[in-house]
């Protein structure tokens, strides 16, 4: 084979390493994302159990959620870290319905929800 030639194709390799980013990380990383946290806050009130923040895991999304009355009006809302979160609206239970929001996609997502 010629020497260019095989010059030429193990630049064009390392371009390809390069532009893929192999070279930049060969480690995976972990991201986490930090979330707002409160165990309990009333309507019109500030948080009054557990404020703080929270880091989640790759395994865990940010959380907020929102429990009504049965007349729809707002009775108690919550914030934090939970693992296998997912997007409720209307659960009934009992005499109240929750909705929970999840959400991952920078440091305290869950913030204004």
């Known amino acids: 084979m010629n020497k260019s030639l095989l010059l030429g194709l193990l630049i064009l390799l390392c371009c390809f390493k390069v532009l893929s980013g192999s070279f930049l990380n060969s480690e995976p990383t972990i991201e986490t994302v930090q ?10 009130e ?16 940010c959380v907020t959620g929102r429990i009504f009355k049965s ?5 108690l809302s919550f914030k934090g870290c939970l693992k296998k979160c997912a997007n409720v609206n ?6 109240y319905s929750v909705n929970l929001r ?12």
């Open 46 to 61: 500030e948080c009054s159990r557990g404020k703080g923040m929270c880091v989640a895991t790759l395994e865990e999304a």
């Open 90 to 95: 209307d659960v009934k239970w009992n005499n």
């Open 71 to 75: 007349d729809g009006s707002p009775f």
């Open 102 to 113: 999840c959400c991952r996609g920078y440091n305290l997502c869950n913030e204004n929800f």
């Open 35 to 44: 979330c707002r946290m409160c165990h309990m806050q009333f309507p019109r």
